[in-house]
């Protein structure tokens, strides 16, 4: 299959926005899950936001929720994560991740197909 292809980090100050893009194309199973990750140097990688593809049901974590919206366009096979009101703690490498194994879109092991990352760098 095709690789995710992120696209949109870059260094922002705190207040500011960025918005992360992700081509998905290419697959020819059903995409169930899609989501974002995210993770800083020494930290755990983080889901900080999924959408559910048969309900379009999104989840955030606590962290980002308020700030970040993801949403996808199918006719683009793009998804986005909308991310405002950064704070230098968002400083991360993010990730676009699918699934297509499962309609469990909060068990991370299920995300089967993943980008390669994209660095946000947030400064105070």
């Known amino acids: 299959q095709a690789p995710l292809v992120e696209s949109g980090g870059g260094s922002v100050q705190a207040g500011g926005s960025l918005r992360l893009s992700c081509v998905v194309s290419?697959?020819?199973?059903?995409?169930?899950?899609m989501a974002w990750f995210r993770q800083a140097p020494g930290k755990e990688r983080d889901r900080v936001a999924s959408?559910?593809?048969?309900?379009?049901?999104?989840v955030y974590s606590d962290s980002v929720k308020g700030r970040f919206t993801i949403s996808r366009d199918n006719a683009k096979n793009t998804l986005y994560l909308q991310m405002n009101a950064l704070k230098p703690g968002d400083s991360a490498s993010y990730y676009c991740?699918?699934?297509?194994?499962?309609?469990?879109?909060?068990?991370?092991?299920?995300?089967?197909?993943w980008g390669r990352g994209t660095q946000v760098t947030v400064s105070s």
């Open positions: 991740a699918i699934n297509t194994r499962s309609h469990d879109c909060y068990r991370d092991t299920f995300y089967n197909y």
């Open positions: 290419g697959y020819s199973y059903p995409i169930n899950c």
């Open positions: 959408i559910y593809t048969v309900t379009d049901n999104t």
